[in-house]
């Protein structure tokens, strides 16, 4: 049961990284783009499925909340400071996206492009160091409660969370390159070969530091799941490398989206039987099964989710149907 | 300055911010549902103008909605670590149905009422719309039953000083929801109707072009506002025999809550367990509010040949009452919210025993920064939602036809 529920939880949180994950991968690239009718292309290029992309994130913390109180408590509490940065990212986007286009000026546009490349930036460092923190452990005592702040001022946090930027620019500039109009995909293409590299000396850079902290070592219950995941995450980088070369974008983009979604369960895997490894204290690391609700509510939550989780994939593939292809003039715009 | 009095100013800034904003999204959706099924049935061109300016001005407000709800989902766990630890079995429970049950879809189905108009069929773009408002009145409902609970804990048990669900029906059947729930959905239409009205005022007031149009809209949302005061004042009169018995310390100092005083200090020792006054003169404001617009109702008659557009002084009268029902609908809450201390979860959980253990600066920062970056927004929402409303319904972006237009002057991908 518990098992069960910590697969949803990890599966929303994946789909939420990768879905979000190109939202934010498109603001960054505005960073690079003067051109007001191009930015505005990208941005619509992501349009009907901006608000269903988020909503994945409030769907894995209400299944947090529901299914493992302790961990929801424990976990942001105790990352406070990093969960405070990927809140205000998200939120930056979320109001960025929408309202860039109120204003008619070209120049309050640009100037609301700026607020959705920091919110994005700030994101996505937010989650991967996120799942960096979770990989190195935790300092929680005896009492159930992590102390202090400072565990979290590592050097495998901030590698995690640059190499994280740059694979959501990837994912981001290879969503482009699917779903522009064939004219200005090529750009984008362009552009997404040329991070791909970034991207892996990023995930490179990571894995050094990563393999050189003692705590990482430690916390990590099955070593060899977690080297998997930088080879893994290589591996996806490279086929997507080749896939853009040979103008197939579909197959590039499920490689640049499998590449976000990796790290939520090779991360969950590798801390398997745990949900947070103690540094401290190995009495006080915390398991799936003790952060779980009890018995009742995950019963009556199972029955809701059993009926529940497939009709909100079918309206989301319907989203995706509705509006698949490339943009074109036919399509409102509205971001 | 302590932590816990931070998390709870945190708490009370941006539930506050939030609820500004989600009744407006309510009371809105509501009328468009009944504009663009009007339009879909008759085919009427006033009725597409009226759901596109209106649909618009929702869109906006919705923005908002999502940034400070986001923060608050994840306020509990960040500042109120406690609540998931000793009650979460519980009232976790119902925020995790309406995450899934409600959110989930309306934003889903949002993106593609967005983006759907000239592309979907109608039918499909109506049922959108109705699928939308339908998800908006499940959150409202869930998060109730999550609040009523913390207002009076029922359906559980505890062991080992955790609670557990016992009994989910009892979350529904809690004496202080029902009564809540019909309260502030009818504060949302009130919140609603009387932004119609007091929008379309304004054009009448200026004369803009657009007479046909905005006449319409003003009989909409007065005659809506008139129905939904009489609604907020019966809900709100009614809530008071089921709250006050749950919650003798609630609304004064009689017996009962003498006795539960007592019940308490020899249960979890001496301490201070009656609300602040803040509480009450919430309570008396946001009554005297709630009477006030009852006046509402004497506008009715002078709908009978444009006497309330012709007169003016009307216009300028339901102009200027546009904040009325959003000051009362913050008071209401603080009368709910202050009157339950110094308890989460009443009788259950206290407030310091609830709040994470956060540092006071780090919760400090979190205070300062989410209240400036969520003021900010909600200013700039506001801003941009007024200068829609001020340009009126010629052409607004949203369900533009695709192609070239005024507001996209250079636009290669699109032209
Ligand atoms: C448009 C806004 C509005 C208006 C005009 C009123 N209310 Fe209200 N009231 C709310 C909006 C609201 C609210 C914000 O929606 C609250 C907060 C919590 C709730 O359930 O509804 C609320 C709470 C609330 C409570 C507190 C319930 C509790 O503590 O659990 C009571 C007793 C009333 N109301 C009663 C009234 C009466 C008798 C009114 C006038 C005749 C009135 N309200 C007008
Ligand atoms: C959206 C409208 C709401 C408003 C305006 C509001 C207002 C407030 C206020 C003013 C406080 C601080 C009270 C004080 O300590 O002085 C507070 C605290 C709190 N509210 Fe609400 N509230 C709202 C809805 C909710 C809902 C729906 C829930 C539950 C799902 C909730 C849960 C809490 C919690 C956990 C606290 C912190 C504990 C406390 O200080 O009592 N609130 N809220
Ligand atoms: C009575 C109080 C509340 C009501 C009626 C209410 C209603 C709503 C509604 C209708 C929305 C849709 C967005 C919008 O309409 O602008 C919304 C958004 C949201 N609310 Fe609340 N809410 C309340 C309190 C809360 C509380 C206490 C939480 C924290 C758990 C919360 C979390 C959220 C979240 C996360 C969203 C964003 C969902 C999305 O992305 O679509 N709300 N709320």
């Known amino acids: ?23 934010y991968g498109v603001g960054l690239s505005l960073a690079g783009n003067a051109d007001p009718g191009r930015r505005r292309a990208a941005l619509n290029a992501v349009g009907p499925f901006f608000l269903g992309n988020e909503v994945w994130l409030v769907a894995a913390v209400g299944i947090l909340f529901g299914a493992f109180p302790v961990l929801e408590g424990e976990l942001l509490s105790g990352f406070y400071p990093i969960v405070l940065g990927a809140l205000a990212g998200v939120i930056l986007v979320t109001a960025g996206v929408q309202l860039r286009s109120r204003p008619a000026h070209e120049r309050v546009r640009a100037r609301w492009d700026r607020v959705v490349v920091v919110g ?128 197939r974008p579909g197959v590039a983009f499920a490689a640049t989206g499998a590449a976000l ?16 490894v103690s540094t401290v204290d190995s009495g006080a690391s915390l398991t799936v099964a003790d952060a779980a609700a009890s018995g009742p509510t995950l019963r009556l ?19 995706w149907w509705v509006f698949r292809g490339r943009t074109d003039g036919r399509a409102p715009v509205y971001w | 300055m302590d932590t816990l009095l931070l998390a709870r100013l945190q708490f009370a800034t941006t539930a506050g911010i939030h609820f500004l904003f989600v009744v407006v999204t309510l009371g809105l959706v509501t009328l468009l549902v009944g504009l663009q099924t009007a339009w879909v049935i008759t085919g009427k061109q006033k009725y597409e103008r009226l759901t596109r300016f209106w649909g618009q001005l929702y869109v906006i407000n919705y923005v908002l909605g999502i940034a400070t709800g986001i923060v608050m989902e994840f306020q509990f766990g960040l500042n109120w670590s406690g609540v998931s630890r000793y009650v979460g079995n519980v009232f976790g429970a119902p925020l995790a149905i309406e995450t899934l049950v409600a959110f989930f879809l309306e934003s889903t189905f949002l993106g593609m009422w967005i983006f759907g108009w000239h ?28 609040n009523s609970w913390l207002q009076n804990p029922v359906g559980y048990e505890v062991r080992d000083g955790v609670a557990h669900l016992t009994d989910f029906g009892a979350l529904l059947t809690n004496p202080t929801f029902g009564m809540a729930f019909g309260h502030v959905v009818a504060a949302s239409l009130l919140v609603g109707g009387m932004l119609m009205a007091a929008v379309s005022a304004y054009h009448l007031i200026r004369r803009t072009p657009d007479y046909a149009l905005h006449r319409t809209s003003l009989r909409i949302g007065l005659v809506t506002s ?73 506008l009715l008659p002078l709908l009978f040949r444009d006497w309330i557009i012709r007169l003016r002084v009307p216009l300028w009268l339901i102009l200027l009452a546009v904040p009325l029902p959003l000051v009362a609908v913050i008071l209401g809450w603080l009368a709910r919210e202050v009157g339950r201390q110094p308890w989460v979860a009443y009788g259950l959980l206290p407030v310091d025993q609830a709040v994470s253990p956060v540092g006071a600066p780090v919760m400090l920062v979190s205070l300062i920064g989410f209240s400036l970056l969520l003021g900010t927004l909600a200013v700039t929402n506001w801003v941009l939602m007024a200068r829609h409303a001020v340009r009126g319904a010629h052409d607004p972006a949203l369900g533009r036809p695709p192609g070239p237009s005024a507001d996209v002057p250079t636009e290669p991908a699109f032209v």
């Open chain 1, 1 to 23: 049961m518990e098992l069960a529920w910590y697969a949803l939880l990890g599966l929303f949180f994946a789909s939420y990284l990768v879905l979000a994950g190109y939202d």
């Open chain 1, 120 to 247: 994005s930036t700030l994101a996505a460092l937010g989650w991967g160091a996120l799942l960096a923190g979770l990989l190195q452990g935790v300092p929680r005592h005896a009492d159930g409660h992590i102390a202090g702040l400072t565990h979290l001022l590592t050097p495998f946090v901030a590698a995690a969370a640059l190499a994280t930027v740059a694979l959501v620019a990837v994912h981001g500039a290879t969503f482009l390159t699917l779903r522009l109009p064939a004219a200005d995909a090529a750009g984008a293409g362009r552009l997404a070969r040329r991070l791909v590299p970034v991207a892996i000396a990023a995930v490179g850079a990571a894995t050094v530091v990563g393999l050189l902290s003692a705590r990482v070592r430690e916390t990590a219950q099955r070593p060899a799941l977690g080297v998997l995941l930088p080879v893994a995450l290589v591996a996806a980088l490279l086929v997507a490398r080749v896939a853009l070369a040979r103008r």
């Open chain 1, 261 to 276: 979604a990796l790290p939520v369960v090779l991360v969950g895997a590798t801390l398997w039987p745990y949900a947070l």
């Open chain 1, 301 to 319: 939550l199972g029955w809701l989710a059993l009926p529940l989780v497939p009709a909100l994939l079918g309206f989301q593939l319907m989203c």
């Open chain 2, 119 to 146: 592309r979907l069929r109608r039918g499909v773009h109506l049922a959108l719309l109705w699928g939308v408002a339908l998800t908006a009145y499940a959150s409202a409902f869930w998060i109730l039953v999550a």
């Open chain 2, 226 to 298: 008139a129905l939904a005061i009489t609604l907020v004042q019966g809900f709100g009169f009614a809530q008071f025999g089921p709250v006050g018995a749950v919650q003798p310390t609630k609304f004064g100092a009689g017996d009962d809550a003498q006795a539960t005083i007592a019940e308490w200090t020899a249960q979890f020792g001496p301490g201070d367990y009656t609300p602040p006054v803040l509480a009450s003169v919430g309570l008396g404001f946001m009554i005297l509010i709630g009477l006030t617009l009852g006046t509402l109702w004497l």
